[in-house]
């Protein structure tokens, strides 16, 4: 069993950055596929980034990529993901999830089923 807990959420004017941390607990030896998703009420949640914490290769979707870094640091179990250049239209419920085994494709898209692990989520609120 993997527990996940995110922090690091609050409110921030559009163009600011906040860095998100997603620790992990329980039975986390060996290498996981680490994803950040994000909701708003009456959407579907969607992947953002992504992190094989075997290798360390990061994976985004378009429409963070060049503002958002994921980023892991092992020895801690912790996985991070720096936002900059906020935008109004990330304002969300950021969660974190993991899976031994979600990163063996890359697709362009990051998805809630392949991953089994998932924590409670952090909000974000982006102000124009």
């Known amino acids: 069993q993997v527990q996940l807990m995110e922090s690091g959420g609050g409110s921030v004017q559009a163009g600011g950055s906040l860095r998100l941390s997603c620790a992990a607990s329980?039975?986390?030896?060996?290498?996981?596929?680490v994803g950040w998703f994000r909701q708003t009420p009456g959407k579907e949640r969607e992947g953002v980034a992504r992190?094989?914490?075997?290798?360390?290769?990061?994976r985004y979707v378009d429409s963070v990529k060049g503002r958002f870094t994921i980023s892991q640091d092992n020895a801690r179990n912790t996985v991070y993901l720096q936002m900059n250049g906020l935008k109004p239209e990330d304002t969300a419920m950021y969660y974190c999830?993991?899976?031994?085994?979600?990163?063996?494709?890359?697709?362009?898209?990051?998805?809630?089923?392949?991953?089994?692990?998932w924590g409670p989520g952090t909000q974000v609120t982006v102000s124009s």
């Open positions: 992190i094989y914490t075997g290798n360390g290769i990061p």
């Open positions: 329980g039975y986390t030896y060996g290498s996981y596929c």
């Open positions: 999830a993991a899976d031994p085994s979600a990163c063996s494709s890359w697709t362009g898209r990051i998805e809630t089923f392949q991953f089994k692990y």
